[in-house]
């Protein structure tokens, strides 16, 4: 499906799953090769920059969050930018475009806001939406990341395992979408530049300090979650141990009871005190005194 908005001599073409006729269109329209025109079905799986004489194309990935199945997926924005026309193309809907989008169809003030300088600058303003929306998910991420640490020291580490987990992945799954296009970006500045005006300069400046500032936070929250996972592990490994020791000094306690019990229980002739009238009572004061002696040493090492 085509979409249209024009102002100012600038004309943003946004195509919605793109379809053969959709195709057609671009090629009776603009002077695309066919390679390009080939990128844009099916959707390819690495991001590019690549510079023509007339237009400039861009393969890039924004993360979105699947609700359905709880995770980060990719999704693919192909950009063809002209002198004076933009086409966007994706398959599955793009948050920051569509808002943008939307915006500047509806509103004439909107319109001359974001379509007033050239095109270089409304592929900065689609890029920089991009890489707001994927901030906010980064903070979605430190909230949760913040939220395990306090769960790990109110005593709930065994909780945390699947949310230190699923963190985990979180950050990889980000970290894989947004790593390629770092040269992407850095590309864009330069060739941008060249192909458009020196006056896009400082916002494509800006897209590249957006992007490290958005790669920064991954990496703090990747190095965090590691330490958290690192913590959560030592609590649980020490609090095992705990568990085993006790249960070793129960084990050994008793070991010695049992044995006492054991000999006194034979039922044989002749056993020591087995004709004594306080028999029962003795036997009864030996386990005793070994289970006094045995916890006062334990207390005596620090054992318990």
């Not at 060739?191 to 916002?203: A, I, N, R, S, Y």
């Not at 020791?245 to 129960?250: D, G, K, P, S, V």
Request: proline share 4%; aromatic share 10%; charged share 25%.
């Amino acid at each position: 499906m085509i979409q249209t908005v024009q102002n100012n001599g600038i004309t943003w073409i946004d195509i919605r799953n793109p379809e053969p006729d959709d195709i057609k269109y671009l090629r009776e329209n603009f002077h695309f090769h066919e390679l390009i025109l080939g990128e844009l079905i099916p959707p390819g799986h690495r991001a590019k920059v690549e510079t023509h004489h007339d237009y400039i194309f861009l393969i890039l990935y924004y993360p979105a969050f699947n609700k359905n199945k709880g995770e980060i997926s990719p999704r693919e924005l192909d950009i063809i930018a002209t002198k004076d026309h933009i086409i966007t193309s994706h398959y599955q809907t793009i948050i920051p475009v569509k808002n943008l989008f939307e915006k500047i169809n509806l509103s004439d003030e909107v319109k001359a806001k974001y379509m007033s300088g050239t095109v270089g600058h409304l592929i900065y303003y689609i890029i920089r939406g991009i890489l707001e929306n994927a901030l906010e998910k980064v903070e979605h991420i430190e909230r949760h990341v913040n939220y395990v640490e306090q769960r790990i020291f109110a005593g709930d580490e065994k909780e945390m395992v699947f949310a230190i987990s699923r963190a985990k992945r979180d950050i990889i799954d980000f970290r894989r979408i947004i790593a390629p296009q770092l040269p992407i970006i850095d590309s864009l500045v330069i060739e941008g530049v060249k192909f458009f005006d020196e006056t896009l300069q400082p916002h494509l400046d800006d897209l590249r300090g957006t992007f490290g500032i958005l790669w920064n936070e991954l990496q703090d929250h990747k190095e965090t979650i590691e330490a958290l996972a690192e913590t959560n592990e030592s609590i649980l490994r020490t609090k095992t141990n705990d568990v085993i020791r006790i249960l070793t000094i129960f084990s050994v306690i008793f070991l010695p009871l049992t044995l006492v019990a054991s000999i006194w229980g034979m039922n044989i002739e002749n056993l020591p005190l087995s004709g004594n009238t306080y028999h029962f009572y003795i036997v009864l004061g030996i386990m005793l005194s070994s289970l006094i002696a045995m916890l006062s040493y334990f207390k005596y090492r620090k054992w318990m």
